[in-house]
């Protein structure tokens, strides 16, 4: 079992460049990828992406920032600067029959253009292959932090699945109970009524009609199924989360139907209990991958 949450940073040094590797994760329903690139790695966005698609569901943020050498960093186009120094020289002596060189030189080197950027050629097939195995080990990393807060998540289910079971084994202590109330309440209203004799063959035929409106036990095997499939599902099935969330809504409208049915205060607080833990279980079954 994995959850959908995670984080993972690399770093590696390409050439005379430093790149750092980010990616988080969250839950979606689907699989989401925003990816930010630097200009010089574009051409390979669909490549990371195809490494990313490995995590199959989740909202996830990647990025690669690029870190430049001081020596790569940019260049001084020299003859740029030679040529617009002269010219500005030549202007500056035939409008005012004087030039200050120095002041010249600094309006030049002032100009964004005279700077030209180190522009590299695509990485070669060595340094992308470098790249992307980063890019799977940032993926891989990412994964194991998914494994082990999804390990983490599993313990938290398993221990409210085991509180639904046990409160669903103290419902039966209270049924012979809930027999004699209801066989209690019928005579009660009887004697309320003008209904002097009972015919009592009668009466225990509509007592066993009205105690069949009121069975819960297919509710409680179905709960119990409910339950161990969910274990099932949770121990032995990779990227089950939706279909938990599906086990779970089945095993909610079995806890429904006897909280109806219960028709005893102590099996309805049992009921209670029983959607508490549920509701616990269907918090989390949003990260769950």
Not at 86 to 103: H, I, N, P, R
Request: net charge negative; glycine share 4%; charged share 30%.
């Amino acid at each position: 079992m994995k959850s959908m949450t995670g984080f993972a940073k690399r770093q590696c040094s390409i050439d005379t460049k430093k790149y750092t590797i980010e990616i988080k994760s969250l839950n979606s329903k689907q699989m989401d990828a925003n990816v930010k690139l630097p200009a010089s790695l574009k051409e390979y966005e669909l490549a990371i992406r195809a490494i990313i698609n490995r995590l199959e569901r989740g909202k996830i943020d990647f990025s690669i920032s690029e870190e430049k050498s001081a020596a790569t960093a940019a260049q001084l186009d020299s003859a740029l600067v030679c040529q617009r120094f002269e010219e500005l020289k030549t202007l500056a002596t035939q409008l005012t029959g004087q030039s200050d060189e120095q002041q010249l030189l600094n309006i030049i080197l002032s100009q964004p253009e005279v700077w030209a950027a180190n522009e590299e050629a695509s990485l070669s097939e060595e340094e992308w292959n470098i790249l992307a195995a980063e890019v799977g080990n940032a993926v891989s990393d990412l994964d194991g932090t998914r494994q082990h807060e999804g390990e983490i998540l599993k313990a938290d289910f398993a221990k409210h699945v085991d509180l639904i079971e046990q409160y669903l084994a103290k419902i039966p202590q209270y049924e012979a109970e809930r027999i004699a109330t209801a066989k209690e309440r019928m005579r009660s209203m009887l004697g309320d009524t003008a209904v002097k004799e009972v015919d009592e063959n009668r009466f225990e035929q509509e007592l066993i009609y009205y105690l069949e409106k009121l069975d819960i036990t297919e509710e409680k095997v179905r709960l119990k199924k409910h339950i161990d499939y969910f274990r099932d599902v949770m121990e032995h099935e990779e990227g089950s989360g939706k279909k938990l969330g599906f086990i779970a809504q089945e095993m909610g409208r079995e806890i429904n139907t006897t909280g109806s049915k219960a028709n005893h205060v102590e099996i309805q607080r049992l009921v209670v209990a029983m959607k508490d833990e549920l509701e616990k279980i269907k918090e989390q079954l949003g990260n769950i991958l």
